[in-house]
């Protein structure tokens, strides 16, 4: 509890702060209700399942991901992170200052892709691994590297 509030209630009032989100939806694999959120009841064990599964229902083009284990996300967060991936045009963004203030954005299309293509447990419990490795930045390899070069040919710009 935080003050007479759960962890994830506080973070459902946090994230309604927002300015740039249509809706808060919780997706749960048990039956919960909250306050000022809708939910999703999905796969216990798949939780890539169950994002998937939520985001088909509710007919979600984009979906903000914000974790109950951080409870000091704001709503003037989530916005910096909604807007840092509009001005990307990625199809992934994990916007996070220190641990703890994560936010990753997603278009359903990736969120998708993932679903289709995460094969392991582990890709399949923490959601967005397969899409952090389709949206890689860091030049590792020489095909990371001819990746940034049609990255930045295609008219991107280097970050400031």
Known sequence: MIGDKTMLQTVI???????????????????IEFENADWFIGNENDVLDRFYQCALKFKSDIIVRVTS????????????AIKFFRSMKLPYI?????????????????????WNNAKTP??????????????????????D??????WINAGNKPLN
Not at 16 to 29: Q, R, Y
Not at 71 to 78: E, K, N
Not at 102 to 112: A, H, K, R, Y
């Open 69 to 80: 284990d951080c409870p000091l996300v704001q709503g003037f967060t989530v916005d910096t």
């Open 13 to 31: 009032d946090n994230c309604k702060e927002s300015k740039l989100i249509d809706k808060v939806i919780v997706a749960t694999p048990h039956h």
């Open 122 to 143: 582990y890709d399949r419990e923490h959601v967005t691994p397969f899409m952090k490795e389709a949206t890689k930045l860091s030049v590792d390899t020489k095909e």
């Open 145 to 150: 590297l001819e990746r940034i070069r049609e």
């Open 94 to 114: 994990k916007f996070a200052l220190v641990n703890g203030l994560d936010v990753e954005v997603f278009t359903f299309g990736i969120l998708e892709k993932a």
